[in-house]
T-cell receptor, first 114, second 117 residues
Framework: KQEVTQIPAALSVPEGENLVLNCSFT??????LQWFRQDPGKGLTSLLL?????REQTSGRLNASLDKSSGRSTLYIAASQPGDSATYLC?????????????FGEGTQLTVNP | GAVVSQHPSWVICKSGTSVKIECRSL??????MFWYRQFPKQSLMLMAT?????????EQGVEKDKFLINHASLTLSTLTVTSAHPEDSSFYIC?????????????FGPGTRLTVL
């Protein structure tokens, strides 16, 4: 059974810090991995999508990397701001032939303090 | 990016009634849509995969007779919670993939918060 784990579960940092969120998965038959943010009571906003053939993607202050061999992805947030406060979810997208399902991690709840 | 809408955004209903939630892809055709449920402080859980013109595929533990899914067109999928009970209160989110878009990226609707009294 595919498992997706996110560490840490919660993180509180002062404004301006650079930070790293971690996502690990057990099934290496990955098709893609997607990072989302979720604000309280709201839906998901897609941040970055990494294909299995890619090593990283960047968007503004965000950088996501993928290491298939170790089953890990990291989301790097540079110069964090209070507006970054949200829950960050990673979603594992399996290869169709693998039999695994789309799976979300439980999320990292980020609080950036002014 | 592509836009997915959901209606209603929130609904409160009495126990025993049925509630229909719509998921629409506004600017692309989606042969496949996904329905998720999220309980408070928990992650999203995939409930079912909705395929246009065919029966939905339900995840283990999800009652297909309770959560009816209809994907009658390439831009609309509906989820009907039949005979809703308080334990069905949750946040329901749909997503769709644009087959002509890049890399099977999923686009999510804003979610529907269901409260069953």
């Amino acid at each position: 059974k595919q498992e997706v784990t996110q560490i840490p579960a919660a993180l509180s940092v002062p404004e301006g810090e650079n930070l790293v969120l971690n996502c690990s998965f057990t099934d290496s038959a990955i098709y893609n991995l997607q990072w989302f943010r979720q604000d309280p009571g709201k839906g998901l906003t897609s941040l970055l999508l990494i294909q299995s053939s890619q090593r990283e993607q960047t968007s503004g202050r965000l950088n996501a990397s993928l290491d298939k061999s170790s089953g890990r992805s990291t989301l790097y947030i540079a110069a964090s701001q209070p507006g970054d406060s949200a829950t960050y979810l990673c979603e594992y997208g399996p290869q169709e032939s693998s039999g695994s399902r789309l799976t979300f991690g439980e999320g990292t709840q980020l609080t950036v303090n002014p | 990016g592509a836009v997915v809408s959901q209606h209603p955004s929130w609904v409160i209903c009495k126990s025993g009634t049925s509630v229909k939630i719509e998921c629409r892809s506004l600017d692309f055709q989606a042969t496949t849509m996904f329905w998720y449920r999220q309980f408070p402080k928990q992650s999203l859980m995939l409930m079912a995969t909705s395929n246009e013109g065919s029966k939905a595929t339900y995840e283990q533990g999800v009652e297909k007779d309770k959560f009816l899914i209809n994907h009658a067109s390439l831009t609309l999928s509906t989820l009907t919670v039949t005979s809703a009970h308080p334990e069905d209160s949750s946040f329901y989110i749909c997503s769709a993939s644009n087959p002509r878009g890049q890399n099977n990226e999923q686009f999510f609707g804003p979610g529907t918060r269901l409260t069953v009294l």
